[in-house]
C-alpha cells in the first residue's frame, strides 16, 4: 500500500480560499507564499497546488500567474512538487509544454499541471477567447493534454485536432521523467476525460459515499482503456485543540461570509455545475456554506482535533484516495499546525494499517 501524499493550495490569489469577512492571516504576495511554502516543505507537504486567475472572482481582485510564482517558489525550495494549473483556451498547449519542461528541469524534476477546463466566463470573454459549451470545453482539455503527452513522450509532436493543430514539433531538452498530469471535474465529460488521458483526478469537497462513487465510476472507465489513474481529494482543514474550537471558527468564516462575492461566485459557477447533460458539474449540488470555500472543502470534514481530523484522512485512504490536497485559514501558522499535529498521526495509523493488513 503506497502511502498518502499531502498538498496543499497556494494562496496566489488575495482574499485567501474563504470568500468571508472575518480576518485571516493570509497573503497573496511572492513574500507570502515564499513562507508558505518553505513552511509546507518542511513540515511533510509533499505538493504545492498553484490556482489560475487572471480576473476577479469571488472576492479575489489581485492574481499571481501561477507557472511563473512555480518558477520562483522552486528556486527557495528543494523538494516540493509544483502543479500549477492552466487554463487550454488562455494558452496553447505547445508553448505551456516548454515552460512546464523548462520548470521541470530548473527544479530537478519537480514539476507538474493541472488541466482546468474553465468556469468562468468572463475570463475567457475579457481576453477575447470564444466561451465554449461545457462538454467542447472538455473536448478541448483532452486535446490540450493529448499535445503535451506528444512533447512529452515522444522525439516530434504530430497532432491534428478541432482544437490544434502540430505538425512535426521537437521538444528538447526533455524532462527525465514524464511530468504528472492532474485534472478536475464532477461531470461524466469530465470523468471520462480523465480515464482517457489525466494520472490524477482531483475531487471537489464531499462525502465519503461521495467519493467513493466517484472513484469506482472513474476507476471503471480507466479500466476500460486499460488504465489507471489516482485520486486527489480536496479539503479545507480548520485543526484545533477541541472540536468546539474548530467548530466554532467555521461558523464564524460562514457567518461572516462575504454575501456579495458569494452570490457572483454562484452565478459565475451556475452554468458549470448545471450545463452538463447529467446536471452533475462541479458545483451542481453546493449549498451556499459549501460555496464560501470555494472546491466545497467543508464537506470533506477537516474540521476538528489533529486525531478527528487523522482519522478522516485514513478514511478516505481506505477508499483509494491518493493525495489529501488542503487549504488553510490562517495559512502560516495552519499549515505548520497541520503539518506538525496531522501528518504525523497519519503516518502512524498507515503503519497500523499494513500490520492489521488493511489495503486501499
Request: proline residues 2%; hydrophobic residues 40%; negative net charge.
Amino acid at each position: 500500500m503506497s502511502r498518502l501524499s499531502f498538498a496543499y493550495w497556494v494562496p496566489n490569489v488575495s482574499g485567501g480560499l474563504v470568500v468571508s469577512k472575518l480576518p485571516q492571516k493570509t497573503g497573496w504576495s511572492y513574500e507570502a507564499n515564499k513562507r508558505y511554502a518553505q513552511i509546507a516543505e518542511e513540515v511533510g507537504f509533499d505538493y504545492a497546488l498553484l490556482q489560475t486567475r487572471f480576473i476577479a472572482s469571488y472576492g479575489a481582485d489581485k492574481q499571481l500567474e501561477a507557472i511563473t510564482l512555480a518558477s520562483a517558489l522552486g528556486a527557495v525550495t528543494s523538494k516540493l512538487k509544483l502543479i500549477t494549473a492552466v487554463l487550454p483556451g488562455l494558452w496553447h498547449p505547445a508553448v505551456y509544454a516548454k515552460m512546464l519542461t523548462t520548470l521541470d528541469h530548473v527544479t530537478n524534476g519537480r514539476a507538474a499541471v493541472n488541466v482546468v477546463s474553465g468556469w468562468l466566463k468572463d475570463e475567457f470573454t475579457a481576453y477575447g477567447e470564444e466561451w465554449l459549451a461545457h462538454d467542447k470545453r472538455y473536448e478541448r482539455s483532452e486535446e490540450f493534454i493529448r499535445v503535451l503527452r506528444q512533447f512529452f513522450e515522444e522525439e516530434s509532436a504530430n497532432f491534428k485536432g478541432d482544437y490544434y493543430t502540430i505538425n512535426d514539433a521537437p521538444m528538447n531538452p526533455k524532462s527525465e521523467a514524464t511530468i504528472p498530469i492532474f485534472q478536475g471535474g464532477n461531470s461524466q465529460d469530465a470523468r471520462k476525460m480523465a480515464a482517457r488521458v489525466s494520472d490524477y483526478y482531483f475531487m471537489n469537497g464531499n462525502t465519503l459515499e461521495g467519493f467513493k462513487k466517484q472513484i469506482d465510476d472513474v476507476k471503471a472507465l480507466a479500466a476500460k482503456e486499460g488504465r489507471e489513474v489516482k485520486f486527489a481529494v480536496n479539503g479545507f482543514a480548520i485543526v484545533r485543540d477541541t472540536e468546539e474550537e474548530a467548530v466554532q471558527l467555521l461558523r464564524d468564516i460562514v457567518s461572516n461570509a462575504d454575501e456579495e462575492a458569494v452570490e457572483g461566485f454562484r452565478q459565475a459557477v451556475k452554468e458549470a455545475g448545471q450545463s452538463s447533460q447529467e446536471k452533475e458539474g462541479m458545483w451542481a449540488n453546493s449549498t451556499k456554506e459549501d460555496l464560501v470555500q470555494y472546491n466545497d472543502g467543508f464537506k470533506t470534514g477537516f474540521i476538528g482535533t489533529p486525531e478527528q481530523v487523522a482519522n478522516r484522512i485514513i478514511e478516505l485512504k481506505k477508499i483509494g484516495v491518493d493525495i489529501v490536497l488542503t487549504g488553510h485559514f490562517h495559512y502560516e501558522e495552519d499549515l505548520r499546525r497541520f503539518g506538525e499535529q496531522v501528518i504525523p498521526l497519519v503516518r502512524e495509523k498507515e503503519k497500523q494499517l499494513v500490520e492489521t493488513g488493511v489495503h486501499s
